[in-house]
């Protein structure tokens, strides 16, 4: 028999603070509970640190240059299979409550249900231009007002759809248990939040009045100490208009903590009606990308750094032993995983597919393939690649010089060993790896032609009708609660869990 599969997916969310399941000191009670029976990977790298690329990458199991989602507006082609076209295909039911932020008139992407509208837009919209180095387009790119602005919110933008997510993740659920099907399901539930901006509720704010971790462990650096695409995160995030305190800092913080409260509430609250209507599912939990956290000075994402492109996983599964893998692994594993999970064969589509299942991992085996990771959006100028190979993290950009870091003895990635003579063989070794993988002039050239079509094709369709490709949840009510063409003994008794005598 199929299992049924639960996948909870996060936004933002920093890897280094789950080290072994959540660090001790987060008010995360249902999400340690989880890591308790899960096997729970220290080590795993997002393909790309965006939302989209991300994501992409996380639901197809290829990185960017192979799906042609290199930003948050390029699209995503109907023509790739996703971990849910392979499940559908072989009998699940699949269904999405939340964020995956697709771009282009294909919202579904596999998914034979979607339960809410996404957060972000899905047309072209926030395409960067390589043939503008150091434009920002202020009216989408990131800036620290984010930082700023942090504090208390009882109700944001983020917090209604968060909200929303939960309570259609639930309502499926419960829908799931006393529906006339049979087949085995697949349903993700993707939240937006601890993502930017730093706003919380009161009631979550109070868990971290007292926190020990609300200032970065390496603090803030001058400009010019930065590597050249630090520069261009600070540049792309329009610091020089804001006076960053510390106050600033640790509000951000305390917010960005009292989120992932707020986020383990809601992953109760589902974990509760699984509990409740007595059905099993491997679970498993991921973010797309990191968060810096003030760390060197730089926030959010878009760089290779740790906190902004390590993330939690953690899965949940027969055949899979709780612990802790320390071998580092990617987000694109998770397709090819619950393929392997759920025994449906990703044969026709792996010569394509660069993913690797992380089961074998579950049951004591160890990965010694290098972790692949590429960015190629805004406050990026060139393409840039970054392999994980042990305790090595080798980071190329035709525009910048190599970075050499050792992770074991400079887990904060402060000394750049790729000019160090005693580390030439190592240099050299990884960076054989990395042509081989990688043509960056061709990288660079697909993605220059990729950005100036979208903008011509954004331009255009903003002129005269516009006609959105945004989602657009359908709520049949006709078909909800009492009707007159519908049997009120039998409705009564098929809607209700567990069913009457």
Same mark, same amino acid.
């Given at each position: 028999?199929?299992?049924?599969?639960?996948?909870?997916?996060?936004?933002?969310?920093?890897?280094?603070?789950?080290?072994?399941?959540?660090?001790?000191?987060?008010?995360?009670?249902?999400?340690?509970?989880?890591?308790?029976?899960?096997?729970?990977?220290?080590?795993?790298?997002?393909?790309?640190?965006?939302?989209?690329?991300?994501?992409?990458?996380?639901?197809?199991?290829?990185?960017?240059?192979?799906?042609?989602?290199?930003?948050?507006?390029?699209?995503?082609?109907?023509?790739?299979?996703?971990?849910?076209?392979?499940?559908?295909?072989?009998?699940?039911?699949?269904?999405?409550?939340?964020?995956?932020?697709?771009?282009?008139?294909?919202?579904?992407?596999?998914?034979?249900?979607?339960?809410?509208?996404?957060?972000?837009?899905?047309?072209?919209?926030?395409?960067?231009?390589?043939?503008?180095?150091?434009?920002?387009?202020?009216?989408?790119?990131?800036?620290?007002?984010?930082?700023?602005?942090?504090?208390?919110?009882?109700?944001?933008?983020?917090?209604?759809?968060?909200?929303?997510?939960?309570?259609?993740?639930?309502?499926?659920?419960? +829908? /799931?248990?006393?529906?006339? $099907?049979?087949?085995?399901?697949? @349903?993700? #539930?993707?939240?937006?939040?601890? %993502? =930017? &901006?730093?706003?919380?509720?009161?009631?979550?704010? +109070? /868990?971290?009045?007292?926190? $020990?971790?609300?200032?970065?462990? @390496?603090? #803030?650096?001058?400009?010019?100490? %930065? =590597? &050249?695409?630090?520069?261009?995160?600070?540049?792309?995030?329009?610091?020089?208009?804001? $006076?960053?305190?510390?106050?600033?800092?640790? #509000?951000?913080?305390?917010?960005?903590?009292?989120?992932?409260?707020?986020?383990?509430?809601?992953?109760?609250?589902?974990?509760?009606?699984?509990?409740?209507?007595?059905?099993?599912?491997?679970?498993?939990?991921?973010?797309?990308?990191?968060?810096?956290?003030?760390?060197?000075?730089?926030?959010?994402?878009?760089?290779?750094?740790?906190?902004?492109?390590?993330?939690?996983?953690?899965?949940?599964?027969?055949?899979?032993?709780?612990?802790?893998?320390?071998?580092?692994?990617?987000?694109?594993?998770?397709?090819?995983?619950?393929?392997?999970?759920?025994?449906?064969?990703?044969?026709?589509?792996?010569?394509?597919?660069?993913?690797?299942?992380?089961?074998?991992?579950?049951?004591?085996?160890?990965?010694?393939?290098?972790?692949?990771?590429?960015?190629?959006?805004?406050?990026?100028?060139?393409?840039?690649?970054?392999?994980?190979?042990?305790?090595?993290?080798?980071?190329?950009?035709?525009?910048?010089?190599?970075?050499?870091?050792?992770?074991?003895?400079?887990?904060?990635?402060?000394?750049?060993?790729?000019?160090?003579?005693?580390?030439?063989?190592?240099?050299?070794?990884?960076?054989?790896?990395?042509?081989?993988?990688?043509?960056?002039?061709?990288?660079?050239?697909?993605?220059?032609?990729?950005?100036?079509?979208?903008?011509?094709?954004?331009?255009?369709?903003?002129?005269?009708?516009?006609?959105?490709?945004?989602?657009?949840?359908?709520?049949?009510?006709?078909?909800?609660?009492?009707?007159?063409?519908?049997?009120?003994?039998?409705?009564?008794?098929?809607?209700?869990?567990?069913?009457?005598?």
């Amino acid at each position: 028999m199929q299992p049924n599969i639960l996948i909870l997916m996060v936004d933002q969310l920093n890897g280094t603070l789950f080290p072994d399941g959540p660090a001790d000191w987060l008010h995360a009670p249902n999400l340690k509970r989880l890591a308790a029976r899960s096997t729970r990977f220290r080590n795993t790298y997002t393909a790309s640190p965006l939302c989209a690329p991300g994501r992409a990458a996380f639901m197809s199991g290829q990185l960017p240059s192979a799906t042609g989602v290199y930003d948050n507006a390029a699209e995503f082609p109907s023509s790739i299979p996703t971990y849910a076209h392979h499940l559908r295909r072989a009998g699940y039911y699949t269904a999405l409550s939340g964020k995956m932020h697709f771009v282009g008139p294909d919202q579904l992407h596999g998914f034979e249900a979607r339960l809410t509208t996404d957060i972000y837009p899905a047309d072209f919209g926030w395409t960067p231009d390589y043939r503008k180095p150091g434009d920002r387009i202020d009216w989408w790119y990131h800036n620290m007002g984010s930082v700023t602005g942090a504090g208390i919110g009882e109700i944001s933008n983020q917090l209604e759809y968060d909200d929303e997510v939960a309570y259609q993740t639930k309502l499926q659920l419960y +829908d /799931l248990a006393r529906r006339k $099907d049979d087949r085995p399901w697949c @349903v993700t #539930a993707s939240f937006t939040h601890p %993502h =930017d &901006p730093y706003v919380a509720r009161k009631k979550y704010w +109070d /868990l971290y009045e007292d926190c $020990d971790h609300l200032l970065p462990e @390496v603090p #803030a650096m001058d400009y010019a100490d %930065h =590597d &050249p695409h630090a520069q261009r995160i600070f540049d792309a995030n329009d610091w020089r208009s804001f $006076d960053i305190t510390e106050d600033h800092i640790r #509000a951000a913080r305390r917010a960005y903590f009292a989120n992932i409260s707020y986020l383990d509430d809601k992953i109760g609250e589902i974990l509760q009606v699984l509990e409740d209507t007595q059905q099993e599912a491997i679970i498993l939990f991921v973010s797309d990308h990191g968060d810096m956290l003030g760390e060197r000075g730089l926030w959010f994402k878009m760089s290779f750094y740790e906190g902004s492109s390590r993330v939690p996983l953690m899965i949940s599964a027969p055949g899979m032993a709780p612990g802790l893998v320390t071998d580092p692994v990617s987000t694109i594993d998770v397709c090819p995983t619950l393929c392997d999970l759920a025994g449906v064969s990703m044969d026709e589509v792996m010569p394509w597919t660069t993913g690797e299942t992380l089961v074998p991992l579950g049951q004591g085996a160890s990965r010694d393939t290098p972790v692949a990771m590429e960015y190629a959006a805004e406050a990026s100028y060139a393409p840039m690649v970054s392999l994980r190979y042990g305790r090595w993290k080798y980071n190329r950009c035709a525009l910048d010089p190599d970075q050499l870091f050792d992770m074991d003895a400079d887990p904060f990635e402060l000394t750049n060993l790729a000019d160090a003579p005693e580390h030439q063989g190592t240099v050299q070794s990884l960076r054989a790896k990395s042509e081989a993988r990688w043509d960056l002039d061709r990288f660079d050239a697909d993605v220059r032609a990729s950005q100036a079509k979208r903008w011509v094709v954004y331009e255009a369709l903003r002129q005269g009708g516009y006609y959105p490709w945004d989602y657009q949840p359908l709520r049949d009510a006709s078909e909800r609660f009492m009707r007159n063409h519908m049997d009120l003994n039998v409705l009564e008794e098929t809607q209700r869990f567990p069913r009457g005598e």
